[in-house]
């Protein structure tokens, strides 16, 4: 076999999947060819394992060693590696959580692996440079309605049904966490990384609806129509004054056109 021919018989044979690789594997003592093959297969899904365990500590922590492990084993049997790096690997697992029995009897599990993956995303995220708040009071103030904000690319917005997060931040800290419970309606959340640490709050409707409208391209004037159907016209420009100047202190803007 040539080169290609041989690492695409051996893929195929780690992925379970019919193949001739045996034929070119030497099959002497200490082991046979079939031995052989068995130590590549169990480190391939081993590795893979290792990845999940890597993004989602804290689920691991949830589920416990057993359930952890057999779970993954369930996914990596459903979900092959499809990128060059394992660094991606796993980003199905909230999905795959969400439809699979018994996990999906646990909605809050499906949403804990969201979380921490989007941690992974934020962190991992390219960097930017972050404007103080003093660019914003050198714009002349009759531009304000047609400016537009970019934002650090970092930026993630989820909504999460259950309290997710307090349980992410109890097991973070190997404190007893609070039982799983559904809010009556799901809370917006931002995820932002600034100097190499990771950030997250829940925000109130008006922030998330000004936030979605900034980052969506939004200028000065849709950021205060979003806020618009929140609060009292008198309160708008205030709030939405009040909130750039947050977004510009904890580093989430870099750039004002």
């Known amino acids: 076999m040539q080169l290609r021919e041989l690492q695409r018989e051996m893929q195929r044979d780690l992925l379970g999947r019919e193949s001739a690789i045996a034929a070119a594997i030497v099959d002497a003592p200490p082991l046979p060819a079939q031995a052989r093959l068995d130590i590549y297969r169990h480190a391939y899904r081993a590795r893979l394992g290792e990845a999940l365990d890597d993004v989602y500590p804290i689920l691991h922590k949830v589920l416990g060693d057993e359930t952890f492990a057999s779970m993954a084993e369930l996914f990596i049997e459903a979900h092959t590696s499809v990128h060059r790096s394992i660094r991606w690997y796993g980003s199905e697992l909230a999905e795959f959580l969400a439809a699979q029995a018994p996990f999906a009897d646990q909605p809050v599990l499906a949403e804990l692996a969201q979380f921490e993956w ?25 531009r304000w309605p047609s400016l537009t904000f970019r934002f650090h690319p970092s930026i993630r917005r989820r909504a999460l049904a259950w309290n997710t997060v307090p349980i992410w931040q109890s097991m973070s800290e190997d404190e007893t966490p609070p039982v799983p419970h559904a809010s009556p309606a799901p809370v917006p959340w931002v995820l932002w990384r600034q100097n190499f640490k990771n950030y997250f709050r829940s925000l109130d409707g008006a922030e998330g609806a000004a936030l979605d409208a900034a980052t969506n391209g939004g200028t000065f004037a849709q950021i205060c129509e979003a806020l618009g159907a929140f609060l009292p016209e008198e309160a708008v420009p205030l709030r939405a004054a009040t909130l750039l100047g947050g977004w510009f202190d904890g580093g989430m803007i870099v750039g004002i056109d």
Request: proline content about 4%.
């Open 118 to 142: 989007t941690l992974s995303e934020v962190f991992d995220a390219p960097d930017a440079a972050a404007l103080d708040r003093s660019a914003l009071g050198a714009c002349d103030a009759a």
